[in-house]
Structure formats: structure tokens, C-alpha cells
């Protein structure tokens, strides 16, 4: 069995990724190819108020909606946020630093 190790899709419109996961499905099924419905997750990324919480449905299959991924160590939130990568980073110091040097 074939399979892609990491797809990552990102738009700033619900009415996309929906058209973009149709898509996905439409071309996995002429490959051969399986969607691993717990492993495969989407980011709204958009300066417009959106929860982040509405999961798209199609047909057997539930694409999870998420409010943060990480890849190839950058953070991405659906708010676009700079500052997540940095808080994360010092935050990994602090408990470094804490491990080693107790008070």
C-alpha cells in the first residue's frame, strides 16, 4: 500500500478547504490511496474572527478542524499569531533551566 507521509492545507476560507478536501478525496481514490481520517487535521488561517472549531464532512469522511499546527517546527495558528513559536521556545528554556537548576 502506498501512502503520502505529510499533506499540509492551509486557506483562509472554510468554502476552500472543503473544495480543496473533494478534491483530495476525489484524486486519493483514483491513486489508490487512503485518507487517514484521525491523522489528517486543517487550519483556517485568516486576520477575519473565525472558532476554529466547524469539522468538515465528506461523505465517510471527518476532516478535524485545529486552532494550531506545527510544522517543520513553526507554529501556525489560525490567527496568524507571531509570538506562539517564541512563547513555545522560551517556555522550553524555562523548563530546562528549572530540571537542572532547581531552586
Given at each position: 500500500m502506498a501512502y503520502a507521509a505529510r499533506v499540509v492545507i492551509t486557506h483562509r476560507r472554510l468554502q476552500d478547504v472543503k473544495e480543496v478536501f473533494a478534491s483530495l478525496v476525489e484524486q486519493t481514490k483514483k491513486m489508490a490511496l487512503e485518507i487517514n481520517n484521525t491523522k489528517t487535521k486543517f487550519l483556517i488561517i485568516s486576520c477575519k474572527p473565525y472558532n476554529g472549531n466547524e469539522d468538515v464532512k465528506l461523505g465517510?469522511?471527518?476532516?478535524?478542524?485545529?486552532?494550531?499546527?506545527?510544522?517543520?517546527?513553526?507554529?501556525?495558528?489560525?490567527?496568524?499569531?507571531?509570538?506562539?513559536?517564541?512563547?513555545?521556545?522560551?517556555?522550553?528554556?524555562?523548563?530546562?533551566?528549572?530540571?537542572f537548576f532547581p531552586y
Open positions: 465517510t469522511h471527518n476532516f478535524e478542524s485545529v486552532k494550531r499546527y506545527t510544522y517543520l517546527g513553526i507554529i501556525l495558528t489560525y490567527k496568524n499569531e507571531k509570538r506562539p513559536e517564541i512563547e513555545d521556545k522560551l517556555q522550553m528554556q524555562i523548563e530546562y533551566i528549572m530540571h
